[in-house]
């Protein structure tokens, strides 16, 4: 998601810093800091924590794009805050961040079939066709982004949430 929100917006260079991937561009008049986290998911919290103190961006400026087992396949929605719900990559966000309200554009994956452990399912190699169907949200996912930036978050959660 995050590639295809760079590509939409011509950022073509990025650097190491902080254990993650980062390009810094504009939107509008306002500098936007990308980033991909190149640690495990469980510890991401450590390089969001050192790039907002590298970068002076206050927490609840902050967007992050996170799947969830508590929504539908296939439906994107936009958050503000909340908790972790056994996420243990939110987890280590709010850890890291302070216990913070940020912002969550959140892409709904289903819950696992049958009894399989939840930790199971998101990180076993995902089948074919659910591979397609998550690639078909990559699109409303970054759009979500996209309208955070330019209209805010609660025009956004009213744009994403109503279905």
Do not use: C
Request: aromatic fraction near 4%; glycine fraction near 10%; avoid cysteine.
């Amino acid at each position: 998601m995050i590639d295809l929100l760079a590509e939409n917006l011509r950022v073509s260079y990025w650097k190491e810093q902080a254990g993650a991937k980062v390009a810094v561009t504009r939107l509008g008049d306002e500098d936007l800091i990308l980033a991909k986290p190149q640690t495990f998911m469980n510890i991401s919290g450590k390089a969001v924590s050192k790039l907002v103190d590298a970068y002076g961006v206050s927490v609840p400026e902050v967007i992050i794009v996170h799947d969830d087992l508590d929504l539908p396949e296939g439906s994107v929605r936009v958050k503000r805050g909340g908790g972790h719900g056994g996420h243990n990559g939110l987890r280590s966000l709010t850890d890291q961040l302070g216990g913070a309200e940020y912002l969550r554009v959140r892409v709904g994956i289903g819950r696992p079939p049958g009894r399989q452990d939840a930790a199971d399912y998101v990180l076993e190699p995902m089948r074919r066709d659910a591979a397609e169907r998550l690639s078909a949200m990559v699109p409303t996912a970054a759009q979500a982004v996209l309208h955070v930036l330019e209209h805010g978050a609660d025009s956004a959660m009213q744009e994403y949430n109503a279905s």
